[in-house]
């Protein structure tokens, strides 16, 4: 058990319970007693679920004990409770849905499940995905292990601060517009967001279907490329999936960076980003040099765009999406309503907390008579000027580089009276959503004792690439292991 | 534009959303924000581009017109605030 460290990676522990160094069970019971005793500090979870653990956990090791194991199998893991799971309550953080329970499983969660990962809990969020700080949960906020004063980031809050803390090695994510890249940034661990329609979307509440991709939150790259292995590759159940070959991302670990290029958007390094977080991002671009890659200055001149056509393009998709919620089928319906209309206006009043609420009316509005074409059908054209952007910068170079976030964790409270600055907090993530292409974080240093993420970018389906970059900057630094203060 | 109160109060009606007269106000200032802040994007020039609206720029896949799906009512039902016999029930429609 030497290997086993405060905080364990997800390989770490897989190569223990290959050698039988330690048992499911006893991972989960300690992952469950973890939780027990830090997460009334932090808020991380919004359902555990020991018993199903422990009984998932003793048929990971039967499954063991019979050598059929694979590199998932006995592994406790967390569950963003935007991912349906049959028989347990899913919320998405909300008062709608504060008593639903799945009746099915999300492929990505059935996905992990056959690979026999065993699931301690779902965990805390911004309501339906739509905040960046975890402030907007119905469950209250979940707080940053490194200062429980500031927010862990969101909408994949909880998941970030479960792991960043050690209660779990790993969790899915969902990131929409930065929800688990600007999360692992803040709290300091490794999220990963593959390209859109890489991880199936079935079972995973809708926000803005046209940007929402499943991914996950580790303490390292290399663990990060094991989960997706499992949760990748073509579901005929989403409309959207791509119908493309998953290739062996643990094998692409270690391959050389010799002649590597990687894109700097100089739009990136602009003022805007706070110094220190500047100084970490090119201290990180000098490690990449000694390991022989070329920096490359790029430019993405519709950068500026980005958050202005989002906050249609997102807003839009989540009044069409969350129009199903009506207090009739499943959610929350207010009771003594004499007519239909009052039934769906008060159960929706009622069930939706004030940022679901603007962005659904945000979202009607702009896709009102008189005023689509002024600004959805004008976001769907600034969207392509964005892509466009990506797609010169990828004929010269590998992967871009850059900051996830414009400043480390900030305090819980203060953006929350003000929508537009806690939408511009995602501007450098914001983008890649757009042009639907893979995205991770890696943290890279300290600002004022707050971690600082690296982002790197790839083209679409380059999730090995960006894997093997993470992996070789985690080898040459130790930021991925730096613990917060218990 | 700027948004009034009756702007909000004809757009929550079209998503069915009920806003109380005490937060009222309130969503109209910070809704106004946002309107103004996306009102940015009408100085970029699109003139030439033609609308992105997946990612990809993939179109609809089509599956064969094949039963997947067997019955789950019963199931499905345990998560409605009210059924009877079977049936959704809502407040009445029709006189």
Not at chain 1, 95 to 117: C, H, W
Not at chain 1, 123 to 150: I, K, L
Not at chain 1, 163 to 181: E, F, H, K, M, Q
Not at chain 1, 346 to 375: C, N
Request: glycine fraction near 10%.
């Amino acid at each position: 058990m030497s290997e086993l460290t405060s905080r364990p990676t997800l390989a770490a522990l897989s190569r223990a319970l290959a050698a039988r160094e330690v048992s499911s069970r006893e991972l989960t019971a300690a992952a469950l007693a973890r939780i027990g005793a830090a997460d009334k500090a932090l808020n991380s979870f919004i359902t555990v679920t020991p018993d199903l653990a422990l009984a998932a956990a003793d048929r990971a090791d039967a499954r063991l004990a019979r050598g059929e194991g694979g590199p998932l199998t006995g592994i406790p893991f967390a569950h963003k409770d935007i991912f349906c799971t049959a028989g347990v309550r899913t919320t998405c953080g909300s008062k709608m849905l504060a008593n639903f329970v799945s009746p099915y499983d999300a492929t990505a969660v059935e996905r992990l499940s056959q690979a026999g990962i065993v699931t301690v809990g779902k965990t805390n969020m911004d309501e339906f995905a739509m905040g960046s700080s975890n402030e907007t949960s119905f469950f209250g906020p979940v707080r940053n292990p490194w200062d429980r004063d500031r927010s862990p980031g969101g909408s994949s809050g909880g998941s970030a601060a479960a792991v960043a803390a050690g209660l779990v090695p790993a969790a899915t994510g969902t990131d929409t517009g930065g929800s688990i890249r600007q999360p692992a940034a803040l709290v300091g661990i490794t999220g990963f967001k593959p390209t859109y329609g890489r991880v199936s979307r079935y079972g995973m509440i809708a926000f803005a279907s046209s940007l929402d991709q499943a991914g996950v939150l580790t303490l390292t790259a290399e663990d990060a490329a094991l989960l997706l292995a499992a949760m990748a590759g073509f579901d005929p159940r989403d409309s959207t999936s791509a119908d493309l070959p998953v290739p062996d991302y643990a094998a692409a670990l270690g391959g050389s960076l010799a002649g590597k290029r990687i894109g700097i958007p100089k739009e990136f390094l602009d003022a805007g980003l706070e110094p220190a977080s500047a100084a970490a991002i090119r201290e990180a671009l000098r490690v990449y040099e000694r390991l022989g890659a070329t920096l490359v200055d790029v430019t993405l001149p519709s950068l500026a765009l980005s958050v202005p056509t989002y906050y249609i393009v997102a807003p839009a998709e989540c009044s069409s999406n969350l129009s199903r919620f009506d207090g009739v089928r499943f959610g929350h319906r207010h009771e003594g309503a004499t007519t239909l209309e009052e039934l769906y206006k008060k159960s929706r009043g009622e069930g939706f907390g004030a940022e679901v609420q603007r962005r659904i009316l945000t979202g009607t509005y702009v896709l009102s008579a008189g005023y689509y074409d002024a600004y959805y059908l004008k976001a769907q054209k600034a969207r392509r000027l964005i892509a466009n952007d990506f797609r010169r910068c990828f004929a010269g170079v590998d992967v871009i580089a850059g900051p996830t976030a414009p400043t480390p964790a900030f305090r819980l409270g203060e953006k929350v009276d003000d929508p537009v600055q806690m939408y511009l907090n995602d501007i450098y993530t914001i983008p890649v959503n757009l042009a639907g292409l893979p995205g991770m974080s890696v943290p890279c240093g300290f600002s004022g004792g707050l971690p600082v993420g690296l982002q790197l970018i790839g083209p679409h389906f380059g999730e090995s690439a960006l894997f093997n970059f993470a992996h070789l900057f985690q080898r040459e630094t130790d930021w991925h292991t730096r613990v917060p203060p218990a | 534009m700027k948004l009034t109160r009756q702007n909000v109060e004809h757009i929550a009606h079209l998503a069915r959303l009920e806003i109380g007269q005490a937060e009222l106000d309130g969503v109209v200032e910070k809704l106004g924000r946002i309107v103004e802040f996306v009102d940015q994007l009408q100085s970029a020039d699109t003139s030439a581009v033609e609308p992105m609206a997946h990612p990809m720029d993939m179109s609809q896949r089509l599956r064969a017109d094949e039963v997947t799906e067997t019955d789950h009512r019963d199931h499905y039902q345990q998560n409605s605030p009210a059924v009877a016999d079977g049936l959704y029930t809502v407040p009445r429609v029709l006189e």
